[in-house]
């Protein structure tokens, strides 16, 4: 078992050792340490690191990186992430792989610095102006973080999009042990430009044949549709209620199963690891019997729960009932997962869908 | 006897802009200092938003299209990643001082090694010429239909000036125009100084052009030209603000 390391800090080194070339930053807590970190450990390796001013500059800047063909990445937090959707949105347009790590604090417009999921929404449907999604890859732990970077940028690298490490408050600032990955080698992209002009195909915005790149795009999410699904599950074949969740929330979710299946109930669960694409697969080993599902969720509008619903719309019962336990934010307890459950065996809560 | 001026290698493909537009001259010029620096295989062309935008169609050389007001901070990562290559972020004055303004100046203030050339033109050409941070007192657009009100608008910024004057570091500042063919000749001076410097690692370098936007002034090309002289340069004067040093 590894050292001990702060969140924030395994995410970094991890995207180093994944061969990250470039970062740009700019500070907001609570990502901060992320851009603290590799203030130092980047010109240490003779990387590349730019603290940007602002977080709209350093999504431009992560876009020339990655016209360049360097693997580079940005890291903000929920507001701060809103500042780049325009760049995410022109990185998806013009095929340029990336990482940005958003780790998440609850709220609207400045919000809070408590741990939340209030933007699984905007993160999994693109987030900018535009007809593009990003690969959205969520830890429930830090060893889980530092193994899903390098398979971000590996995936944001075969299939020429972006991808979103979606961490969270609590996620950064906790300390855990972990295995770090040994260092890989940093290579350039032969796609990138570097002046030479030996790419000669490149297509310009100017010129694109946008119908033709929209319906190749739709071709592409599909194959990582089939392809990239990925999730974490337990119990599914018996259980009358299956509980969603995915980061810390999944985490205590799984631990609830745990008590609440030592009490007799059949419960299972299924901890989505990408949160695009949706684990739809995930669904197919549920007892046809199942009596309803139930997203748990650090928001208060209750947000996947519309993607469990489209689910079950598309391959099992549409009618199964369908519940939400939105607390808002913060982690919520094994015990209080496990309360809510009885209530909602005893019929006490009512049904999103 | 005139010297015939030789097509750079790169500006094989035809590029359209309206009559009397400085933009022509301008990519013709950089393309010839590009040439005759040797960097025609050693340059990356980030172009910003505006009529410009249409030049990365007839330019064969690596180049790039980054959004609006956002090619000094694309440009910054190209050249960190590829510190031997020429890089240029050609911009207009709605794209470099209004929307950009906040890289364009960080980018300065960094001083980084890269060249800027910002076209002003005194409006946002493209959308049809709207009153811009360059727009001139009185100046009527279809956002200033009664002629700019400083009062209420500001007065027009001079980013050469504020570079020159406020960022010590910066290796060269220049504002030229393209009203004639001794001020054609002028302004390919400062885009060669300004491309020397990048090439010797002297920092951050900026030339602004003042470009006359017939189309959109309501005026033939020959009254556009006046206006740029007669107008434009009572306010924007020429000539290099911050000069080489002699290392």
Sequence with gaps: MGDMIKGNHAIAEAALRAGAEFYAGYPITPSTEIVEYLSERMPELGRVFIQAESEGASINMVIGASASGARCFTASSSVGMTLKQEGISHLADMNLPFLAVNVTRYGNGLGTLDTGQSDYNRDTRGGGSGDYRNIVLSPSGLQEAVDLVGLAFDLADKYRVGAILHTEAALGQMMEPCDMPEFREVKRREDGINGDYTIKNRVSPLTADRRKEAIELKERYEIIKANEQRWEEGYLEDADYVIVAYGLAGRSAMGAVEQIRAEGHKVGFIRPITLWPFPEKAFSKVNPNVKGYISVEENALGQMVDDIALTLKKYKNSSTPIYCLAYAFGIPTMKKIKEDFLRINAGELKEVY | ?247
Excluded at chain 2, 167 to 180: D, E
């Design chain 2, 1 to 247: 006897m005139a010297k015939k001026r030789k097509l750079p290698e790169m500006l094989g493909k035809q590029i359209s802009f309206c009559p009397g537009c400085g933009h022509g001259v301008v990519v013709r010029l950089i393309a010839e200092c590009i040439e005759e620096l040797g960097q025609t295989n050693n340059v990356i062309w980030n172009i910003g938003v505006g009529c410009y935008s249409l030049a990365s169609i007839g330019i064969n050389a690596d180049k790039f299209d980054s959004l609006h007001g956002k090619a000094s901070a694309t440009s910054t990562a190209f050249k960190k990643l590829n510190p031997d290559t020429l890089i240029i972020s050609y911009q207009g004055d709605g794209d470099a001082y209004n929307i950009g303004i906040g890289e364009s100046i960080s980018t300065a203030y960094r001083n980084e090694n890269i060249t800027v050339i910002t076209v002003n033109n005194t409006n946002y050409g493209m959308t049809g010429g709207q009153m811009s941070a360059t727009t001139l007192p009185g100046q009527m657009t279809t956002t200033s239909p009664k002629g700019r009100d400083c009062a209420t608008t500001g007065m027009p910024i001079k980013f050469p000036e504020l570079v020159a004057t406020q960022f010590p570091n910066a290796a060269y500042v220049a504002r030229g125009s393209v009203t004639s063919p001794a001020n054609v000749n002028k302004l390919k001076k400062y885009i060669k100084n300004a491309f020397e410097a990048q090439l010797n690692n002297e920092g951050y370098s900026l030339v602004e052009v003042l470009s006359p936007c017939p189309t959109n002034w309501g005026m033939t090309p020959l009254q556009s030209h006046d206006r740029v002289d007669n107008e434009i340069m009572t306010y924007y004067p020429l000539g290099e603000f911050k000069k080489r040093e002699v290392k």
